[in-house]
């Protein structure tokens, strides 16, 4: 079973930045897409970034291009979002998720983390 762990989330002021990280416990990593989603409060969950299985195809929402990176490392399981310049709209729980596909990943997910906490005062 895929199993995902993130990790990197906290609270940072307006303007700062965080890298965010995910752990896949499989060994077949380099065979799923991933990408990132977040659900602020009283909002529906949406699609923030995602990778193809090689690295080489990403794609961003409207929202935070420009300023978060989306990037893996295949020999260590792990996925990551660099996410600069933060403002407090940015605010959410953060998760991470897998599925066989960049076109998959980004619309119905298989596998997903538990989510880590981001917050940015103003």
């Known amino acids: 079973q895929v199993q995902l762990v993130e990790s990197g989330g906290g609270l940072v002021q307006a303007g700062g930045s965080l890298r965010l990280s995910c752990t896949a416990s499989?060994?077949?990593?380099?065979?799923?897409?991933m990408a990132w989603f977040r659900q602020a409060p009283g909002k529906e969950r949406e699609s923030v970034a995602a990778?193809?299985?090689?690295?080489?195809?990403?794609t961003y929402a409207h929202s935070v291009k420009g300023r978060f990176t989306i990037s893996r490392e295949n020999a260590k399981n792990t996925v990551y979002l660099q996410m600069n310049s933060l403002k407090p709209e940015d605010t959410a729980v953060y998760y991470c998720?897998?599925?066989?596909?960049?076109?998959?990943?980004?619309?119905?997910?298989?596998?997903w983390g538990q989510g880590t906490q981001v917050t940015v005062s103003s």
């Open positions: 998720a897998g599925d066989s596909s960049l076109s998959m990943v980004v619309r119905a997910p298989a596998y």
């Open positions: 990778i193809s299985t090689n690295g080489y195809s990403t």
């Open positions: 499989i060994r077949t990593f380099s065979t799923y897409a």
